[in-house]
Nanobody, 115 residues
Framework: QVQLVESGRGLVQAGGSLRLSCAAS????????MGWYRQAPGKQRELVAT???????DFVDSVKGRFTISRDNALNMVYLQMNSLKPEDTAVYYC?????????WGQGTQVTVSA
């Protein structure tokens, strides 16, 4: 059974930084795209950032210039570095990955940014 486990939840002040990590485990034959989504209270889940197996990266406009995404293929991990955080970044952040050609989700980790 394949699992994605996020870590790095936290409460930070506006302008602060936080790094999220996500580890894939289980019987992994291949991992293609990986990424991060978030869901704020009362809102739909939205894509934050993605990174392909070849390193192509895409971000939602609202985080461009503030967030970076990276992955370690040897460790089956993906990271989200979040800088200059804003209160509107408050959400549950979910790790997502295509593992063995199946779409997999982490359980989510809470990020709260205070004004």
């Amino acid at each position: 059974q394949v699992q994605l486990v996020e870590s790095g939840r936290g409460l930070v002040q506006a302008g602060g930084s936080l790094r999220l990590s996500c580890a894939a485990s289980g019987l992994i034959l291949s991992i293609n795209g990986m990424g991060w989504y978030r869901q704020a209270p009362g809102k739909q889940r939205e894509l934050v950032a993605t990174i392909s197996s070849g390193g192509d990266i895409d971000f939602v406009d609202s985080v461009k210039g503030r967030f970076t995404i990276s992955r370690d293929n040897a460790l089956n991990m993906v990271y989200l570095q979040m800088n200059s955080l804003k209160p509107e970044d408050t959400a549950v952040y979910y790790c997502n990955a295509w593992i063995n050609f199946k779409n997999c989700w982490g359980q989510g980790t809470q990020v709260t940014v205070s004004a």
